[in-house]
């Protein structure tokens, strides 16, 4: 929960078509509602972290990465927040 408001967080994988990371990583950098954004190595090649309003504004943006030319995979993880009640 941030200030009173909770967001979803959602975190996505990203894959493109092996030369083209430079002209994704820029692409990826003009779209808004991130949080981080950062070229890893193996399996993916970007991870991507938004903190949005809900899960329907998370899809657009993840429709918006699926958009650009040369990305080719997305997996996006939403994280739940914990309640401070629990206990394992």
């Given at each position: 929960m ?18 083209k ?6 692409a990826?950098?003009?779209i808004?509602?991130?949080?981080e ?5 193996g ?27 040369g ?18």
């Amino acid at each position: 929960m941030v200030g009173g408001t909770r967001m979803v967080l959602g975190v996505t994988f990203v894959k493109v078509v092996p030369g083209k990371e430079h002209s994704v990583f820029d692409a990826l950098k003009g779209i808004p509602g991130f949080k981080e954004l950062y070229h890893v190595f193996g399996e993916y090649d970007f991870l991507v972290t938004a903190d949005v309003d809900n899960l329907a504004v998370l899809s657009k943006t993840v429709d918006r990465i699926r958009e650009v030319n040369g990305v080719t995979t997305t997996q996006t993880i939403v994280g739940a927040e914990l309640v401070d009640s629990y206990v394992p």
